[in-house]
């Protein structure tokens, strides 16, 4: 399927071609010298939304988060277009589905079909190198955009995956990467920028990716709650999937206290657009499995999402929304010319408070990828509170989240043969047009202690990336 045969079968309205730029170059001259508000746009890689104060736990594991969400628009239901960083955050990025931005493999998926090529004794034609998927030249970027309209870039991120080899740093002024790095050192580290970002006429942007709750978990003093259990009392003995949730819950404590720092630190106040998302959740044992492998049911798709800032009305949105509508929302929010190209919508109108037609009735949908000698995907689609999974073997299951948040039983054809059809039929279309061509492989460098850092994290067996 051909990308505007794509976007017709995404029924978008994305305005595509040079003349968005034109209108842009219009809107800014229109708008004068007027400030925009500061954006400040919070990643919080691997965080599940329920597992915050936000949105319903009751343990105190984010009184930020919980007072941030009483001033915010907070989305009760938001998907990302994937179940690992790279895509969803391209989708963030880009406003554009995995399948259409094609960042869809990481950086271990062509070592690991080299070695699988050695070990089966054709390491004759293995890649040469370390190869990723990197944006196409003619995509353009969140950052890209508020630049052309005045803002000032600044972004730095703590998972290598959100670099510049996939071309993550582009649009920005800077850029920083910083493997492993935590909450209290983004914030010491960012300060620097403090003084470019706050003097002069200009607003900015201001990207920060945290990993706190990503792999590996600390145990976070004074949070961490060892277990109580032993020989004495083996009641009380954690399995290895309530440990792991244990001290996933205290760095999301030691996050959201240096998040509350920094924003006091900084000065967010209502003047400041601040946007706060997750790019997958995070499993533990609903689906056998801790962290986030190749799989895509909802505690992992499922996503945090909250807004607050000028023009936002605080309050829930029920609406199903998807992490790819961010670009075309921020844009509009701004009051600045829409994308040039976007499968996702704009959710200003939610954020101001007026409802909004055609939003409840739209299908979000997920991919994503497990990188072995030949690509296995399986795909994902979200419904009003109907999620149907395709996957690698070309099985269908569908999962009501109101009555199965956790998705332990699919809902069986013959109770819901309508919808059933519906989504199968969408869903199945969605995988057989497949992904598109358009990232550019490129051929990038990596050192003994990359790789070192990439396996601590998880990425060299493909844990997180979808490899096996
Ligand atoms: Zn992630």
């Given amino acids: 399927m051909s990308p505007s045969t794509r976007r017709e079968f995404l029924q978008t309205s994305a305005a595509v071609g040079a003349s968005a730029w034109a209108l842009a170059s219009q809107a800014r001259a229109l708008r004068g010298g007027r400030k925009q508000p500061n954006v400040v746009l919070l990643m919080l890689d691997a965080l599940r939304p329920d597992y915050t104060q936000a949105y319903g736990e009751a343990r105190p594991t984010s009184p930020w988060m919980r007072s941030f969400a009483d001033q915010a628009a907070v989305f009760d239901r938001c998907w990302s277009s994937s179940t690992w960083t790279a895509p969803a955050c391209a989708s963030l ?43 196409a030249p003619d995509m353009v970027l969140l950052p890209q955009y508020l630049r052309e ?54 607003p900015y942007f201001l990207y920060l990716h945290y990993m706190d709750v990503h792999k590996p978990y600390n145990q976070r003093a004074p949070w961490y709650q060892p277990s109580s259990g032993g020989e004495s009392d083996p009641g009380e003995t954690r399995s290895e999937a309530e440990e792991a949730a244990e001290a996933y819950r205290s760095e999301l404590r030691f ?6 720092a920094l924003e006091k630190s900084w000065g967010w106040d209502k003047d400041t657009l601040v946007i706060v998302v997750s790019d997958h959740g995070e499993e533990f044992g609903e689906h056998g499995g801790i962290g986030h492998s190749f799989q895509m049911h909802a505690e992992l798709n499922r996503i945090l999402l ?33 994308p040039v190209e976007t499968s996702g919508k704009s ?33 994902g689609v979200n419904h009003k509170r109907w999620r149907m999974i395709l996957n690698e073997e070309g099985q269908l299951s569908m999962f009501d989240i109101e009555a199965d948040p956790l998705e332990q039983s699919p809902v069986a054809v013959q109770d819901q043969p309508e919808i059933h059809e519906k ?28 790789r070192a850092m990439l396996e601590r994290l998880g990425y060299a067996d493909g844990e997180e990336e979808g490899g096996e």
């Fill in 149 to 202: 309209f005045g803002y000032r870039c600044f972004g730095i991120a703590t998972n290598p995956n959100i670099g510049p080899q996939i071309g993550f740093d582009r649009g920005f002024e800077e850029f920083q990467v910083r493997p492993e790095g935590t909450a209290n050192e983004v914030t010491e580290w960012i300060e620097s920028w403090r003084e470019p970002l706050t003097q002069g006429d200009q």
């Fill in 255 to 260: 996050m959201d206290e240096h998040l509350a």
């Fill in 347 to 379: 959710l200003a109108p939610l954020l101001t408070g007026v409802a909004s037609e055609g939003l409840e009735e739209r299908l979000l949908y997920a991919h994503r990828r497990k990188s072995k000698f030949r690509p296995l995907d399986i795909w």
């Fill in 306 to 338: 909250m807004a607050r800032g000028p023009g936002v009305q605080a309050g829930r949105i029920a609406t199903p929304v998807g992490i790819h509508d961010l670009l075309p929302t921020l844009l509009d929010h701004l009051q600045l010319a829409p």
């Fill in 93 to 135: 990025f880009s406003g554009l589905y995995p399948p259409e931005h094609g960042i869809v493999e990481g950086f271990m998926a062509n070592s690991r079909r080299k070695e699988r090529q050695e070990d089966k004794g054709v390491a004759d034609r293995a890649p040469t190198g370390q190869k990723i998927n990197t944006f």
């Fill in 423 to 450: 989504l199968g039929v969408a869903l199945r279309r969605f995988a057989e047009a497949g992904i598109s061509d358009r990232a550019v492989l490129r051929e990038v460098e990596q050192s003994e202690a990359e």
